[in-house]
């Protein structure tokens, strides 16, 4: 009788050990769920991400960039190793350069993505077509959000899509009016000037011969600070998913007014190779470097487009922005954007396009 209570009491006891374990598992795994919601992406699909990403891969350049505007970069955990160059997100996140880049090449790292322990994944539309790439995501588990765009329309829809992926809808409308201010501001003083009193332009990315195509974000800027921009106007322009080149002989033949450019080496190279001196514009020294802040003013991937603008219809028609102190509307467009203090000189070497982007 003795024996059966103990081995009834032990039987009891076993019961008892496996039911806690169990509710615990299943405490532990309530504890753990991760609440979700749905958003809609740049591609227009719908989406199951984190209510509240915590831990975010960066795999496009400019999502990083966004993120800062809209305060959540200590979410970052894995960027493409550009960003490491970028100066102002240093200020930002003084470890980036120890930051994981689990993107290079338009590749993922899908062992150096998981080491991040990520919960989200930020990636641009060419890696989003790109079957293998996305499987690698869809096998790890991991979510995965579209954020791209070729045109101010597309900018300001990846922000707001943006804004709703860390419920930071507000701030994201408040910064696309501030851009479309800005541009406003500028079409209301050069959109009645002549076709003869607008100067043909000429404009660089980043290489020397490549340059922009109608419809895309950087046609767009010089179409809204006023100028002629000459590779709009036809001619011979070679032209991918990713970029538009063209040649020494069609920069000859356009025969600029003024180029600008967005990278100083390629300003530097256009002033010092033999081959571009016969340019009227290299000849006269009429070749400018545009601005680079937090991202590059004039660069396709920019999210300051409008800064680019204000920069350019104040190089060329000055009389018309007298009135306009281009240093404190930096300085207040950092502060006020980006939660940067910045000194006069910070100011001068953002407006000079040198120091700002660290070399390769």
């Known amino acids: 009788m003795l024996k059966r209570n103990y081995f009834l009491f032990g039987t009891l006891l076993l019961v008892g050990l496996l039911l806690s374990t169990l509710t615990g598992c299943q405490i532990q795994n309530q504890a753990t769920t991760v609440p979700t919601k749905t958003i809609v992406d740049c591609l227009n699909r719908e989406v199951e991400i984190p209510a509240d990403p915590q831990r975010v891969a960066c795999l496009y350049a400019s999502t990083a960039h966004i993120m800062t505007m809209l305060g959540q970069e200590a979410k970052i955990v894995g960027i493409p190793n550009g960003i490491k160059r970028d100066v102002l997100m240093s200020y930002k996140r003084p470890d980036i350069g120890s930051v994981s880049v689990p993107f290079n090449d338009g590749a993922i790292n899908i062992e150096e993505l998981l080491a991040t322990n990520t919960d989200l994944a930020l990636l641009r539309k060419s890696t989003a077509e790109n079957a293998g790439e996305i499987e690698k995501l869809d096998k790890a588990g991991i979510p995965w959000v579209v954020i791209d765009y070729a045109s101010l329309d597309d900018l300001q829809k990846a922000i ?201």
């Open 160 to 360: 707001a899509v943006t804004g709703t992926v860390f419920n930071q809808e507000q701030r994201a409308t408040d910064y696309n009016a501030a851009l479309q201010q800005t541009l406003t501001l500028i079409s209301e003083r050069v959109s009645s000037l002549p076709e003869s009193a607008r100067p043909r332009v000429y404009h660089a990315v980043n290489e020397a011969a490549r340059t922009d195509l109608a419809g895309d974000l950087c046609s767009q800027i010089t179409d809204a600070a006023g100028i002629i921009n000459v590779s709009t106007q036809g001619g011979s322009l070679i032209t991918d998913a990713e970029k538009t080149m063209t040649t020494l002989e069609q920069i000859y033949s356009w025969d600029p007014d003024a180029i600008i450019a967005n990278d100083i080496i390629a300003s530097n190279y256009m002033l010092s190779d033999p081959k571009w001196s016969g340019l009227r514009a290299v000849s006269e020294q009429r070749v400018t470097t545009l601005p680079v802040g937090v991202t590059r003013w004039g660069h396709p991937g920019s999210m300051e487009p409008h800064m680019a603008a204000l920069f350019i219809a104040m190089t060329f028609y000055p009389e018309l922005f007298a009135d306009v102190d281009l240093t404190q509307t930096v300085k207040d467009h950092y502060q006020q954007w980006f939660e940067l203090t910045l000194t006069d000189a910070d100011v001068a070497t953002i407006l000079s396009g040198e120091g700002m982007r660290l070399a390769k």
